[in-house]
């Protein structure tokens, strides 16, 4: 009774007079004695609803009745109760899809709430799926099971709202096509990923119809698709998308704006992917210096293309111009980031992998230790991630003579691995336990001590 507690709180006659008006005008309460402090008295529907003696038919009725009323009147938290109420007392489908449907008109995230509390979404009725108030109501449903990880359920109900997006607001709506979007991205994530790329194929086509070839909605459904294309190791595709789109950001927005610049890094990534490396590095190299000069060395997006180019440049074996980048990276992230945030143990791993590869097994042995720490407080102990860290340790101990520490990174980090099945790992720990077997078998004098 948010009126009644606004009445009752009151500290102004007039203030208490206007609630008291809104109680009356409600129904919910009737004036006793005309003078102030007021005296009232419950409604008997609303006394016998409060204290749970109503018969169900009657708690319909005063329910729905109060919750058209307050709507009426703007009162939408007020209303948002009553409907919430009515749901789930409802007799009949039909009464919890009327509740569920005037809840959707006021606040699509409550009824979703109340929808997956007290009803099955996919019994609603035909008439649903052919309202806007039913079109908000199932992305609500759907961004709730993607919230839970539930992607299977997520997908379910949003391809029966983009058919009925694309029955009720047309097919190039743009409530529409973000429904395609987020279908798109539901598949993407369950690795679907030709059904994602002929969803965005269709976003794409659409938005140069609609929107036209420069507008930023366009530009970011041509980078969807390309990351879908790599991600379908479709290099060459991905490549020709972004280089459609880029000339056109560099128009509209300007060469070194950072949704360019961000493109740019884009298509380095697909060019080093599809291994041309040559051309990754140069605009890679271009993009950095753009960066550095606009946001700063520190930025975060600076210190990622600094990373990207170390890669790179390590991939062409320009080694010592690596680790220079590394070393900038580390201390940027150490600067920006307590010790154990995840980018700068990143920066950490990929900097003892620069050293190890260079023979500079000290310094390698030094960040892969500072490296697995941060992944076991981080991760947690059989992460893959954290597996991976530990193992690269444990071969840089071997590569350094020191098998009595390998064998006790072994036993600390690694041994648990040789007891589970192959087939519950993921592929980069089962390829771990493979060559931790091969290892013990050889027993050869670089192999690992495991006593």
Do not use: C
């Amino acid at each position: 009774m948010s009126f009644l507690a606004r009445a009752a709180a009151a500290a102004h006659p007039g203030e208490a007079e206007q609630a008291l008006d809104r109680l009356v005008e409600f129904s919910l309460v009737e004036r006793v004695e005309d003078r102030f402090p007021p005296v009232v008295r419950l409604h008997p529907l609303v006394h016998r609803l409060a204290s749970r003696d109503l018969p169900a038919a009657e708690q319909v009725n005063l329910l729905r009745h109060l919750g058209e009323q307050a709507a009426h009147e703007d009162e939408d938290a007020l209303a948002e109760r009553y409907f919430a109420q009515l749901a789930r007392v409802a007799l009949s489908r039909d009464e919890a899809d009327v509740a569920l449907y005037a809840l959707a008109n006021i606040s699509a995230p409550i009824a979703r709430t109340v929808a997956l509390q007290e009803t099955d979404i996919q019994d609603l009725p035909a008439e649903w799926y052919e309202s806007a108030a039913g079109i908000a109501l199932l992305g609500e449903i759907a961004a709730g099971a993607r919230e839970d990880g539930d992607l299977s359920g997520a997908r379910e109900v949003q391809e029966r709202l983009l058919r009925s997006s694309e029955r009720v607001l047309g097919p190039e709506h743009p409530d529409t096509l973000s429904a395609m979007v987020r279908l798109a991205i539901t598949e993407f994530d369950s690795r679907n990923l030709a059904e994602a790329r002929a969803l965005q194929e269709r976003v794409v086509q659409a938005r140069l119809r609609v929107l036209g070839p420069e507008h930023p909605d366009t530009f970011r459904a041509m980078f969807d698709l390309a990351a879908t294309l790599s991600q379908q190791q479709d290099f060459k595709g991905a490549r020709m998308v972004l280089e459609d789109a880029i000339p056109r950001m560099r128009q509209a927005l300007g060469a070194e704006h950072p949704e360019t610049l961000g493109a740019l890094s884009r298509l380095a990534n697909v060019l080093f992917k599809g291994g041309s490396l040559f051309q990754a590095r140069d605009i890679q190299e271009r993009v950095l210096s753009a960066r550095q000069l606009v946001i700063g060395d520190k930025h975060p997006e600076t210190l990622g293309t600094m990373a990207d180019l170390a890669l790179t440049k390590r991939g062409l074996g320009d080694l010592e111009g690596a680790l220079d980048l590394q070393r900038q990276v580390l201390a940027g992230q150490q600067e920006r980031h307590p010790p154990y945030h995840w980018n700068t143990i990143a920066a950490l791993h990929e900097l003892a992998a620069t050293n190890f590869q260079a023979g500079r097994l000290a310094e390698a042995r030094e960040l892969q230790t500072d490296a697995l720490t941060g992944m076991q407080i981080t991760l947690g102990p059989e992460h893959p991630w954290t597996t991976t860290a530990a193992w690269h340790l444990m071969r840089t101990l071997v590569a350094m003579g020191q098998r009595g520490a390998a064998g006790q990174v072994f036993r600390d980090s690694l041994q648990w691995l040789m007891d589970r099945d192959p087939d519950s790992l993921p592929k980069e720990q089962r390829e771990i336990q493979a060559d931790l077997r091969a290892r013990m078998e050889e027993r050869t004098d670089h192999s690992i001590e495991l006593a």
